[in-house]
């Protein structure tokens, strides 16, 4: 068994143990009152071409890693990345890994007015809904985690329900299902989720399968801002980022020196291109 299959083993029990506390007619009956999603395609386009967009995550612990921060404030945490400039918050809500949960995605989204990502293992429709009735605006598909029939279920709810799909690849083969699939936001993540191998280089490996028309988001291995610059000079328009900013001490800085760090190789990328 992989990580990621070990990691949705605990994904399928947690969920039906909330599945017997709220059914499904109650998020649905929740999400007829929330405010409409936040568009995250427009936000992570960014106010210009040119810049790159930073997805700032909410990030306490991960299998590879163990204990990151205790973020004991989610609400502050994210305020501070807003601060700073991020285009929007990815908060984990996995438990048993990542010590998150929907109280996050509640803190998180009343805290900020950027649009918020439910960052989880997605495997069931019942989690689409719980995450609009939580207020996300983004969920996370995983490729590598979903049959192409599911997959585009999983994608036509999520649009249903008003959100964008961040459509998360790690090969060229998993890029080409989610071209097919009509993905607008296509992150590349280095981290194989099914050995933890990160590997940066991934990145500009996989550039070359990547659609121009699309938001191209970097997830995972950025430690410095040099890592941004080395992501945007070979396409991206966005990153994902979470323990380097977890572990900062001053996330509202830290963001701003990552969408700073982007500009220039962002620039030269599109001139070239
Ligand atoms: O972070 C992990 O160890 C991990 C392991 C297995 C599945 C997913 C995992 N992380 C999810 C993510 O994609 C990252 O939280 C996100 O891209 C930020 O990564 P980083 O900036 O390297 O913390």
């Not at 607008?184 to 280089?201: F, M, S, W």
Request: proline share 3%; net charge negative; no cysteine.
């Amino acid at each position: 068994m992989t990580v990621l299959d070990e990691i949705i083993v605990g994904v399928r029990e947690d969920l039906q143990e909330r599945q017997r506390h709220v059914s499904l007619d109650e998020l649905k009956a929740k999400v007829a009152e929330v405010a409409p999603a936040r568009d995250a395609l427009v936000a992570l386009r960014g106010a210009s071409k040119e810049s790159v967009e930073v997805i700032s995550e909410v990030k306490r612990a991960s299998p590879s890693k163990g204990a990151l921060s205790d973020i004991p404030e989610p609400a502050t945490l994210a305020a501070a990345y807003e601060a700073g400039g991020a285009a929007a918050i990815s908060v984990l809500t996995e438990q048993r890994r990542f010590k998150g949960s929907l109280d996050d995605l509640d803190a998180v989204r009343a805290a900020v007015n950027i649009p918020v990502l439910r960052k989880d293992f997605m495997v069931d429709e019942y989690q689409f809904w719980e995450a609009r009735a939580h207020g996300a605006d983004l969920v996370l598909l995983i490729v590598a985690a979903l049959d192409d029939e599911t997959l585009k279920r999983f994608f036509d709810l999520t649009h249903e329900l008003g959100m964008n799909a961040l459509v998360e690849t790690h090969a060229p083969e998993e890029i080409e299902r989610a071209v097919a699939l009509g993905a607008k936001i296509i992150g590349v993540n280095v981290r194989n989720l099914k050995t933890l191998e990160v590997d940066n280089a991934n990145f500009a490996r996989l550039a070359q399968y990547l659609p121009q028309d699309a938001v191209l988001v970097a997830e995972s291995g950025v430690s410095e801002a040099q890592d941004v610059a080395d992501y945007a000079s070979h396409g991206a328009g966005a990153v994902l980022v979470g323990e380097a900013l977890v572990k900062s001490g001053q996330p509202t800085e830290a963001v701003k020196a990552f969408r700073a760090a982007g500009l220039t190789a962002r620039k030269e990328f599109l001139a070239a291109s």
